[in-house]
């Protein structure tokens, strides 16, 4: 019943620019936190951009500050992540992750870590290579 969905992965060149959806459905996602989080192989995941949903304040890791933009479309229970200037170390699994949980109603938000965050899509690819 809860659940969400990305696309929008894929190969793209270095310097190029994908844009990553993620619609929810059994809640409505603007009144939870919302993350974007990558991993890579070998790697932990790690926390790209989040919102907030005590204050509303974005985060944005430095890695992709300037880079990557998160938007949401509430009318389609949809967040996106516009990433720019995409290089080979974006390489990753990308997740979207909310506050809500189904069973135990939702996360308190302490930062932009996986702790925040109850329910999670299943991922898509983003591959960075020329």
């Known amino acids: 019943q809860v659940q969400l969905v990305e696309s929008g992965g894929g190969l793209v060149q270095p310097g190029g620019s994908l844009r990553l959806s993620c619609v929810a459905s059994g809640f409505t996602l603007d009144s939870f936190s919302i993350g974007w989080f990558r991993q890579a192989p070998g790697r932990e995941r790690e926390g790209v951009v989040c919102i907030s949903s005590r204050d509303g304040r974005t985060y944005y890791a430095d890695s992709v500050k300037g880079r990557f933009t998160i938007a949401e479309d509430n009318a389609k229970n949809t967040v996106y992540l516009q990433m720019n200037n995409l290089k080979p170390e974006d390489t990753a699994v990308y997740y979207c992750?909310?506050?809500?949980?189904?069973?135990?109603?939702?996360?308190?938000?302490?930062?932009?870590?996986?702790?925040?965050?109850?329910?999670w899509g299943q991922g898509t690819q983003v591959t960075v290579s020329s």
């Open positions: 992750a909310t506050g809500f949980t189904e069973h135990s109603g939702s996360y308190y938000y302490t930062g932009c870590t996986r702790h925040s965050f109850g329910s």
